[in-house]
């Protein structure tokens, strides 16, 4: 299900549920003269749908305008990048804003810099403004000192699980590292345009690639369908596991 779609009655279902609210964290962002600038939102959103036909999930609007760095291709290149103080602010918003609604199970789920699931700009992002967002509704509705009150005398019992107040918002890779290092991971290259290929065709053109030369995507070539449904199967599993 949509949030868009969504109701009241709707909310409070999945309130009571604890149903999985994910929110795709793209990208505007180059990806070679064969990719759409989409692609990384387009995955996360591709994989998510899939996910959804097997198990309920609610899927927020997805954030793709973001720290997406001009690393690929420099300011001229049509990749949006927004300043990381400016979008940590925004993130806080959302998610101060859905912990007051009484969400309690947000997952973001990023691809865009998580080689081996590590920490860059735009996923820190996500993280701080999370803790941020949590940390204020905890102080707002238990009040200072509420971690060294009696009734948190459990916190450490519960670290981890659905009572941890920093288990409300989790961020994690739609590519999981044991996913990465099964199949394959790269910019625009074999691996991320076949899994763009098996989830959006439209979104890749691979008759473009001679338009301009990069060496990170001379071996897109070699992409396929085969190899993108290949990497959807095993990311899909872990996705599976990690959005509880």
Not at 26 to 33: K, W
Not at 113 to 135: C, D, I, N, V, W
């Amino acid at each position: 299900m949509r949030l868009d779609f969504c109701f009241p009655r709707e909310l409070e279902e999945a309130k009571k549920k604890r149903t999985p609210v994910v929110i795709p964290g793209g990208t505007v962002e180059y990806h070679g003269p064969a990719c759409g600038y989409g692609c990384d939102t387009l995955i996360v959103e591709g994989l998510l749908n899939e996910l959804a036909k097997k198990r309920e999930l609610i899927i927020a609007p997805s954030i793709s305008y973001s720290p997406s760095s001009w690393a690929v291709g420099g300011d001229t290149s049509g990749t949006v990048h927004v300043d990381e103080v400016i979008f940590e602010e925004y993130l806080y918003n959302i998610f101060w804003s859905m912990l007051s609604a009484g969400l309690r199970n947000i997952y973001v789920v990023i691809h865009h810099q998580f080689e081996e699931g590590s920490f860059m700009p735009m996923t820190l992002s996500y993280m701080k403004a999370g803790k941020r967002a949590t940390m204020r509704y905890l102080e707002k509705t238990l009040g200072q000192g509420w971690w060294g009150s009696e009734s948190y005398a459990d916190y450490y019992d519960n670290l981890g699980g659905a009572d941890d107040p920093f288990s409300w918002i989790k961020v994690i890779p739609a590519m999981s590292p044991r996913a990465q290092k099964e199949t394959g991971y790269d910019h625009a290259g074999k691996y991320e345009t076949s899994l763009l290929m098996a989830l959006y065709p439209d979104a890749v053109h691979l008759d473009r690639l001679g338009d301009i030369k990069h060496w990170f995507t001379k071996n897109a070539v070699e992409a396929s369908p085969e190899l993108g449904r290949r990497m959807m199967e095993i990311s899909l599993a872990d996705l599976d596991e990690a959005i509880k």
